[in-house]
């Protein structure tokens, strides 16, 4: 049971290149979440999906797209990467109906 | 507008002693309070939670504290150990929803 994985763990781009940060949960749960983790800004979401098929804005989605490919798998999409968007990058699941969020380990992101 | 507000960015505590991590909040919609801890390079994880029909919920050395007159919570943890050093956040949710809002977090570090 891994739990909540993402993939890449560091990744480096340049301002303009695209990337898709992956991220996956093996605990059945149909809710997930991708945050952004900046210094002295917390955690602010970026998007959700509450079950397959479906995705909802957060407070933070401009300049990033998500797809729900199926109920294990959540993935977050930079088109054009731009040096605001360099951050750490977190994945997180929960049960339908429970506000306790399972997290992944991160992805560290520099858009130069 | 944050939502959820963590007035100290760190807090500092001998061994053994008690550690007080506050958190305020302005909506009056929210009826579900979590806190988080994380270490650096991994996800955050749950710590303990209350909900807006309880002033108090206790988890062994870790005890929450809500005031809702005063939008007003508390993360207790007697005594302190090295162990317990990193970063903690408080995060709040409104019924019918599984999104959280964050707070922007307190290091404690808890020295010998």
């Known amino acids: 049971n891994a739990g909540v994985t993402q993939t890449p763990k560091f990744q480096v781009l340049k301002t303009g290149q695209s990337m898709t940060l992956q991220c996956a949960q093996d605990?059945?749960?149909?809710?997930m979440y991708w945050y952004r983790q900046d210094p002295g800004m917390g955690l602010r979401l970026i998007y959700y999906?509450?079950?397959?098929?479906?995705?909802d804005k957060g407070e933070v989605p401009n300049g990033y797209n998500v797809s729900r490919l199926n109920k294990r798998e959540f993935s977050l999409r930079l088109e054009s990467a731009a040096p605001s968007q360099t951050s750490v990058y977190f994945c997180?699941?929960?049960?339908?109906?429970?506000?306790?969020?399972?997290f992944g380990p991160g992805t560290r992101l520099t858009v130069l | 507008d944050q939502q959820v507000k963590q007035n100290s960015p760190s807090l500092s505590v001998q061994e053994g002693r008690i550690s007080i991590l506050n958190c305020d909040y302005t909506?009056?919609?929210?009826?579900?309070f979590l806190w988080y801890k994380k270490y650096p390079a991994e996800g955050p994880t749950f710590l303990i939670s209350?909900?807006?029909?309880?002033d108090k919920n206790e988890d062994g050395r870790f005890t929450v504290f809500l005031n809702k007159s005063a939008k007003h919570l508390s993360l207790h943890i007697v005594p302190s150990q090295p162990g317990d050093s990193a970063v903690y956040f408080c995060?709040?949710?409104?019924?019918?929803?599984?999104?959280?809002?964050f707070g922007t977090g307190t290091r404690l570090q808890v020295f010998p």
């Open positions: 909506n009056s919609m929210f009826d579900y």
């Open positions: 997180a699941s929960s049960l339908s109906g429970s506000t306790e969020q399972f």
């Open positions: 999906s509450a079950s397959e098929g479906t995705t």
């Open positions: 995060a709040a949710s409104s019924y019918n929803t599984d999104k959280l809002i």
């Open positions: 605990m059945n749960h149909n809710s």
């Open positions: 209350i909900s807006s029909i309880k």
